[in-house]
């Protein structure tokens, strides 16, 4: 099932029980795949048309007033054009308000790249009192949507609509600020967020395949970062490295390098996108030309395994 539905099913569960969560979106609801709130929650739905900003303040006048409400949009549409009112309405105010980035990164693919975001968790990392949440599947969207809608604060959380891969089973729960522990081993330490997960898993197969021995976390919660399993992780390896469908400034490997430059100076490498203009192009070739994928993964790895320095 594709994230989108994962997510309105679930959200849909947890609005017949809390009669607090409100929806906002910004002409979006059918790309979004809210519509069906609409059916069912008309009084608790709006859609705001194309007005990105009023959208955020009204979002955050909704949390002043003890409700809890998510807003959606493509990703540069809530994380960069209503930066302003995201950081006074929201942050500023402490507000409770979930906002919810569709397709981050390459994941925008034929939408273009005036459509496609690698700031986005850099530009909410540097506010106050938000969470970040990368999103990689629809049990980890499902089982993450109860703590989300309880959360007090701010939080924004990104993931892809249309995809359907799941790395998870239903065993799985959700930790927020905790890492997910899917591999030990003593060589490497490899951790990724987001989509770049199901490329890590692939990558460490094949250097299990040669003999290494790989420590994979998966972080969900980039902000507040599970600084303990990193350093912990760091302590046994001694060389890290980051995967992320981000820019490589201010993102998962910012909030990962400065824990470690601080607490534990190690050995660090990124697969992330360097300072590239963004464009239009299948998903295979977005990540092929920003560097993105497993083979990416499996090479940056080798030169870090192979570094004595």
């Known amino acids: 099932m594709e994230l989108r539905k994962e997510y309105v099913n679930e959200l849909a569960r947890l609005m017949r ?4 969560i409100v929806i906002l979106d910004a002409d979006l609801a059918g790309a979004g795949g809210t519509k069906p709130l609409y059916k069912e929650f008309p009084d608790r739905c709006i859609d705001v048309g194309i007005a990105e900003a009023n959208m955020i303040c009204i979002a955050a006048g909704l949390a002043a007033s003890g409700f809890v409400p998510f807003v959606h949009s493509f990703v540069p549409f809530v994380a960069r054009r209503a930066l302003d009112q995201i950081a006074v309405s929201v942050c500023y105010s402490e507000q409770n308000v979930r906002i919810v980035g569709f397709d981050p990164g390459v994941h925008t693919t034929s939408n273009g790249g005036t459509h496609m975001s690698f700031e986005d968790i850099a530009t909410m990392r540097a506010f106050c009192n938000i969470a970040v949440v990368d999103i990689v599947d629809g049990v980890q969207l499902r089982k993450a949507l109860p703590y989300i809608t309880a959360h007090k604060g701010p939080m924004y959380i990104r993931f892809v609509r249309k995809q359907t891969d799941e790395l998870f089973d239903d065993s799985y729960e959700f930790g927020f600020g905790k890492a997910d522990k899917l591999r030990d081993g003593k060589d490497l330490t490899l951790i990724a967020s987001g989509t770049m997960l199901f490329d890590a898993v692939k990558a460490a197969d094949r250097l299990e395949s ?10 969900a919660t980039v902000k507040p970062l599970d600084e303990e399993a990193v350093l912990a992780s760091a302590r046994k390896t001694r060389r890290v490295l ?13 909030a990962v390098t400065e824990t470690l430059s601080a607490k534990l100076p190690t050995l660090c490498d990124a697969v992330a996108v360097r300072d590239k203009i963004t464009q239009v192009g299948s998903l295979n070739d977005l990540k092929r030309d920003y560097g993105l994928t497993a083979d990416d993964i499996y090479a940056r790895a080798k030169q870090l395994l192979t570094n004595n320095g």
């Not at 029980?17 to 607090?20: A, L, M, Y």
């Not at 040669?210 to 972080?219: A, K, T």
Request: no cysteine.
């Open 210 to 219: 040669e003999g290494y021995s790989v420590d994979l976390l998966g972080i």
């Open 242 to 254: 980051t995967a992320e469908n981000h820019s490589i400034h201010g993102g998962l490997y910012g």
């Open 17 to 20: 029980e809390n009669d607090k």
